[in-house]
């Protein structure tokens, strides 16, 4: 089981940047497919943005792929999250997750596909 703890999150205006990171123990990055997820309050759990155990393949949801940058780094046993162009709508408390699975071409980007969460990382956006 891998251990997950996400850190980066906190208050910025409409227009800022983030860079969320995810730091994970217990097991080698190597063998994981990693997403980030999010959750407004009163909303469902959303997929962000996934990538694959080589970090050759990357997928996101629709509406934030031009403002938004995955990336892994198994040396470190981190992934990261490079938020751009921030929106009010993208306020949310924000998880990283993992799969046990060597996917070299894909991720999904459906929460139930993940085992491993951890706890989030409160983004707030405003003025």
């Known amino acids: 089981q891998l251990q997950l703890v996400e850190s980066g999150g906190g208050l910025v205006q409409p227009g800022g940047s983030l860079r969320l990171s995810c730091v994970a123990s217990?097991?080698?990055?190597?063998?994981?497919?990693i997403a980030w997820f999010r959750q407004a309050p009163g909303k469902e759990r959303e997929g962000v943005s996934c990538i694959s155990t080589t970090g050759k393949y990357v997928d996101y949801a629709d509406a934030l792929k031009d403002r938004f940058t995955i990336s892994r780094d198994n040396a470190k046993n981190t992934m990261y999250l490079q938020m751009n162009g921030l929106k009010s709508e993208d306020a949310g408390l924000y998880y990283c997750?993992?799969?046990?699975?060597?996917?070299?071409?894909?991720?999904?980007?459906?929460?139930?596909?993940?085992?491993?969460w951890g706890q989030g990382t409160q983004v707030t956006v405003s003025a």
């Open positions: 217990g097991s080698p990055l190597d063998y994981y497919t």
């Open positions: 997750a993992s799969l046990r699975k060597l996917l070299s071409r894909s991720c999904p980007l459906s929460a139930e596909d993940y085992t491993d």
